[in-house]
């Protein structure tokens, strides 16, 4: 199985989790890894490249920090240029069916934020939920995303053992779709 890190940080060398993420899996031989920032700080997205890109891997990991409840920028730009119709969903687009689709998140705010009684209110799982829409149109299968949450302050012995719980969540190869 191949897999390809889409790893979005728009200041990637002033990060401590995402950077030391994205380290981490270079050195996974079956791993892709593609700072997104780096290769379009312009925004101007090769969309052909990105597009073979994606068709040579079975295993799409976004792997970005949470703004705004959201994704970086860059994330939604890839989106909204790479997931062309008659490519990504159409009656002919079906060059995504049956890859998967997982993410990696890391928040700022911890769990026990983002729940009813939390002062997040929402769920992880709800905000999400564009990616799932996304995957699910483009017959995607959505795995178990991974959460790193309460990140301020953490130490780097906690950043690097977070980082192997990523990689060893990501390679995952027996890893059942997620419902609606
Ligand atoms: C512009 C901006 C928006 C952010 N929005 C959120 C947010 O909505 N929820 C949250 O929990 N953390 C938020 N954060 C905190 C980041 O998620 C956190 O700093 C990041 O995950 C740490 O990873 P890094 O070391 O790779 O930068 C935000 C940070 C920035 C700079």
Redesign the pocket.
Known sequence: MKTLVIAV?PTMS??????AWKERMQKEESVTVHDLYAAYPDFQIDIEQEQKLVQDHDRIVFQF?????STPALLKQWQDAVLTYGWAYGSEGNKLHGKELLLAI????PEEAYQRDGYNYYSISELIKPLQAMANLTGMKFLKPFLFQG?MGISDEQIEHGAEEYVAHALNASMEPIGK
């Open positions: 940080h002033q990060s401590r989790i995402n950077k920090p949470l703004y705004w409840y890391s928040t700022g705010g990140v």
